[in-house]
T-cell receptor
Framework: AQTVTQSQPEMSVQEAETVTLSCTYDTSESDYYLFWYKQPPSRQMILVIRQEAYKQQNATENRFSVNFQKAAKSFSLKISDSQLGDAAMYFCAYRHWGTYKYIFGTGTRLKVLA | KAGVTQTPRYLIKTRGQQVTLSCSPISGHRSVSWYQQTPGQGLQFLFEYFSETQRNKGNFPGRFSGRQFSNSRSEMNVSTLELGDSALYLC?????????????FGPGTRLTVL
C-alpha cells in the first residue's frame, strides 16, 4: 500500500527567509502524481503545486518549488521569500495515475515569524 | 467559476443519530471525493464518485455511505453516529483535462457528536 510521510509536524521561518518542508512516500508504481496542498486557518484547502512523476523537471509556481527525487521517493517543498500569508498546514499528497484515491501525509504546520 | 460548496458548515448531533452532508462540485466537474479530517489521523479518504458511481472506497465502516446525483452533486451519510465521528468532513471535486489530476476542496463541514 502507498504511504506518505511528513516527518516535520511543525516548522518556523522568519519572514522573507526560505524554508523547506519534507515529504517522503512509498509506492511500487512508476506513474503517479504528487501534490502540495495548503490549508490556512480558515480551513479551505488549496493546491500549491503538483508534479507528474514522469517529468524530471521540478515544478515551480512563483515562490514555491519542489525538489522531486523519484529514486529516493522524496518530494520536498521550498518556499522562498516567506510571507505571513504562508502560515498554514501543508499537506503532501500522492495519487496513482490509474486511480482517483489520494493519499495524504499528516501535515506540517508552518509558522511565519515577523 | 464558483468553487466547491458544502452544506451545512457546522453540525451538532448526538450519538446514535444520523447525518447527511452535501457537496456541490465546481461546474463541469464529475468526480467528487470525500475525506474525514481529524487532528490525530489527518485526512482519511472516504470514497470517490464519478458519474453517479462509486469508483474508489477507503477503509471506513459501512455506517459511512454516499451517493452522487446526475448533476454531480454528492451527499455523504453517516448513520448511528459515534463520538469518534467528530471531525471536519471535506469534499473535493476534479474535472477534465489537467483538472482531472487535481482536486479542488470545499470549506468543509464541521461535525460535532455529543
Amino acid at each position: 500500500a502507498q504511504t506518505v510521510t511528513q516527518s516535520q509536524p511543525e516548522m518556523s521561518v522568519q519572514e522573507a527567509e526560505t524554508v523547506t518542508l519534507s515529504c517522503t512516500y512509498d509506492t511500487s508504481e512508476s506513474d503517479y502524481y504528487l501534490f502540495w496542498y495548503k490549508q490556512p486557518p480558515s480551513r479551505q484547502m488549496i493546491l500549491v503545486i503538483r508534479q507528474e512523476a514522469y517529468k524530471q523537471q521540478n515544478a515551480t509556481e512563483n515562490r514555491f518549488s519542489v525538489n522531486f527525487q523519484k529514486a529516493a521517493k522524496s518530494f520536498s517543498l521550498k518556499i522562498s521569500d516567506s510571507q505571513l500569508g504562508d502560515a498554514a498546514m501543508y499537506f503532501c499528497a500522492y495519487r496513482h495515475w490509474g486511480t482517483y484515491k489520494y493519499i495524504f501525509g499528516t501535515g506540517t504546520r508552518l509558522k511565519v515569524l515577523a | 467559476k464558483a468553487g466547491v460548496t458544502q452544506t451545512p458548515r457546522y453540525l451538532i448531533k448526538t450519538r446514535g443519530q444520523q447525518v447527511t452532508l452535501s457537496c456541490s462540485p465546481i461546474s463541469g466537474h464529475r468526480s467528487v471525493s470525500w475525506y474525514q479530517q481529524t487532528p490525530g489521523q489527518g485526512l482519511q479518504f472516504l470514497f470517490e464518485y464519478f458519474s453517479e458511481t462509486q469508483r474508489n472506497k477507503g477503509n471506513f465502516p459501512g455506517r459511512f455511505s454516499g451517493r452522487q446525483f446526475s448533476n454531480s452533486r454528492s451527499e455523504m451519510n453517516v448513520s448511528t453516529l459515534e463520538l469518534g465521528d467528530s471531525a471536519l468532513y471535506l469534499c473535493a471535486s476534479s474535472g477534465t483535462g489537467r483538472d482531472t489530476d487535481t482536486q479542488y476542496f470545499g470549506p468543509g463541514t464541521r461535525l460535532t457528536v455529543l
